[in-house]
């Protein structure tokens, strides 16, 4: 298996990268197995944007490919809140469970037929000469009034797809989350360019 470092420590996010990556000859490695500790400054203003500074920084910490993704929920009653921040919404450090809280509470008042939102997640791909890759992927949705399932993790709970009847992704299972999520959508994207890059590396290192 050919490895590929993905610039992430969040658990919930390897997991779906390993279940979509590794049935195409890939070993997922998470970041931190690597190098030990491992933080990047998001200081971009959009999800490509860290996306990009998270892929060059593993990139130049491992001296490989390296992958990386910046993924948020977008609310459409809250102005795109809370977008790039999601992970942090109530704060640094926070955790999934307060992020939720502080959403239900600023979507109180919001009717039912206005909780549209979306997920969206941008994906690099870097290279020791440079990013080469930014893709993207987002799917629709609508915040419910309350968490519901077990599954899944960050905002899951409270994002329902009307593809799955209304089901939240945490009520969803894996292979069912996979066909519709904002992260599987822009790893297809990815998936050829990650084949070719691939096979010219073993190429040129069989010379």
Do not use: W
Request: proline share 2%; hydrophobic share 40%; aromatic share 6%.
């Amino acid at each position: 298996m050919e490895r590929l470092v993905v610039a992430s420590n969040n658990k919930g996010k390897l997991l779906e990268f390993r279940r979509l990556l590794e049935p195409l000859g890939f070993q997922v490695v998470g970041i931190s197995e690597v190098v030990g500790s491992f933080s990047v400054d998001e200081t971009g203003s959009t999800f490509a944007a860290n996306a990009a500074l998270k892929a060059r920084a593993a990139c130049e910490a491992t001296g490989s490919f390296a992958l990386a993704d910046d993924s948020g929920l977008e609310v459409d009653a809250l102005e795109g809140r809370p977008g790039v921040r999601s992970a942090r919404y109530a704060g640094e450090g926070a955790s999934d469970a307060e992020n939720n809280d502080l959403l239900l509470k600023q979507m109180a008042d919001v009717a039912d037929e206005a909780r549209t939102a979306r997920f969206r997640c941008a994906i690099a791909l870097a290279e020791p000469s440079g990013v080469i890759a930014a893709v993207e992927g987002s799917c629709e949705g609508t915040i419910l009034r309350a968490p519901r399932g077990d599954g899944g993790f960050g905002y899951d709970p409270l994002f329902s797809v009307a593809a799955f009847g209304g089901r939240s992704f945490a009520e969803l299972g894996g292979s069912e989350k996979d066909q519709v999520s904002h992260r599987a959508q822009a790893l297809r994207k990815v998936e050829d360019l990650l084949l070719t890059r691939y096979r010219q590396r073993s190429a040129k290192s069989s010379e």
